[in-house]
Every structure is written in C-alpha cells, then in structure tokens.
C-alpha cells in the first residue's frame, strides 16, 4: 500500500531527529489535550509541513477531529524523549463518544506529523462508557530507575502479542494478571465467566494474520509502548488483506505485559461481523 510506504518512511524520518526532554513532551501533550478540547488547531506549535491523517488516511487538519471539540472525560500519555514523540489516549462519552489513540512526532519544537486512530459508534467492540470506566481502574504508575526495562525489551513485548497471531504456538510474555481492555470489553471484570478473565491471552483466529505498518512511541519511564498497525482480515467488506486501523497500547514491567488496550477502526458496524 502505498500510505503504508509513506508511513513507513516518516518513520524512519522521525528518528533521525534529535532526541527532547520528558518536560518538553509533556507540555506538549497539555497543549494537544486543550488544542482538542477546545477544537482550536491554532494552540499547537505545527510545523509548516505538517502531515495530519486520521485512520491511515491523509487528510485536512482543519477538517479532522481535532479541530472538533471534545469533552475529554479521561486521558492517558506516554513519552518518546529518542523519537521526540508522544502518545495519547483520549476517552469522550459526552454528545459524540470518542475513543482515540494519537501520536504526535517533533521535531526543532514543532509539530511535524500527527496521526490518529478514531473509533466512534460501529467501530469494534466500541462502548466510550465501558472504556472510560475500566481504564480508570488501572493504574499505569512511573517505574523506578533500577527496575525499567530497556525500550528493545519493551518493544518485544507488544511485538511478541501482535505476532502471534500469525504464529500461535509464538511466546508471549504475558503477566498474571493481565488485563485486556479492547474497545469497551475488558478481561478482568469481577463478574466475567469468560476463560479469559484476568488474562490477555488470545483465541485462535481462523487463519494466521501478518499485522503489518508498526509503528512505535515507546516510554521507559513509564514502561509503556503503543504500536500503531494495519489488522487484518476483520472487516470483512474488504477483501482479506486490507489492513484495518488499529491501535495496541501496552504496560510491561519486568518484561511482562500487564495491560492491553487495543482500538480497531470498522468500515461498516462491527467490520460486519
């Protein structure tokens, strides 16, 4: 696919920039979460060429979601300070529910590439309310300095869970317990008689899938990865190898994964399922 080209290479892009502070990033991200809130691009620091696209699909800035504002109900961030990137969960429940994962990537102090995953109403698994009630119940606290793990470490971990679904009999270095929060269904509910309850392991799928366009935010402070990535198979008006929007995001300690969540972006309610 050729955007997925294009993504790979604002990758690669990203990193040959020099690396910021934590305090930088984090004023950052309070100026994306009023710029949203307040539906007002002109808050954020943008880059003359800055590239703006939502669910893999470039488009305007000025007639993308973050020019609507959004009552933020509860909010999540992670950190990049080598890729001077950041990432941000966002959970909406009010008029027009939200859930959205964007990453932001930096460069001499400005805004060079936004990217968001939207999912609203008819996206998979979507319940803004379910969403915002179990994410407030984790706790994603900073790790101390002598017992982070490495970014390669952390890295692995979110790979290992997306790779095996193309290879199941693959390792995961799952925790116990483990929570997967995946669109408003979460794994660790009191009341769950699911066999999944308080683990993140995965059924098998009816055919191996090869989850392809990652792309990286990864915080050590915080032990944190979210990877960006084209699923698929799932939307089921399309044919078997369009690569639906979706975004993982991951807490590991010790190497092991301790939550998940996962947004997926439909083409029609439910990917037709």
């Known amino acids: ?53 939502e669910n893999n699909t470039p488009i305007d800035i000025q007639k993308g979601v973050i020019s609507e504002a959004i009552t933020i109900d509860f909010n999540r961030s992670i950190y990049d300070t080598v890729q001077c990137a950041t990432f941000t969960e966002l959970t909406a429940t009010s008029s027009h529910p939200y859930v959205i994962h964007t990453r932001i990537l930096y460069a001499e102090e400005k805004i060079r590439t936004i990217e968001s995953v939207v999912t609203d109403t008819g996206d998979w698994a ?25 970014r390669t470490v952390i890295q692995a971990a979110g790979d290992a869970y997306l790779d095996q679904w193309g290879a199941p009999s693959l390792p995961v270095p799952l925790g116990t317990p483990c929570a997967r929060l995946e669109g408003g269904f979460y794994t660790a509910r009191e ?58 995001f991951f807490k590991v300690g010790d190497g092991l994964i301790r939550y998940i969540h996962e947004i997926t972006v439909c083409a029609t309610p439910r990917c037709g399922l």
């Not at 009023?34 to 703006?52: F, P, R």
């Open 1 to 53: 696919m050729l955007y997925s080209t294009s993504l790979s290479l604002l990758a690669l892009a990203s990193t040959a920039h020099a690396a910021c502070s934590r305090g930088f990033l984090q004023e950052a991200t309070t100026a994306y979460l009023q710029a949203q809130s307040a539906g007002k691009i002109s808050i954020l620091s943008l880059a003359s060429n800055v590239s703006y696209a």
């Open 126 to 150: 979507f319940n803004a309310t379910g969403h915002l009630y179990w994410t407030k119940q984790e706790t994603w606290d900073q790790i101390p300095e002598g017992k982070r793990d490495s």
């Open 191 to 248: 009341d769950s008689i699911s066999l999944q309850a308080n683990t993140c392991k995965m059924g098998a799928f009816p055919q191996p899938l090869k989850v392809g366009d990652r792309r990286y935010i990864i915080d050590e402070e915080l032990g944190a990865v979210d990877i960006f990535n084209g699923f698929p198979w799932l939307e089921q008006s399309k044919p078997a190898n369009y690569s639906t929007p979706s975004s993982n």
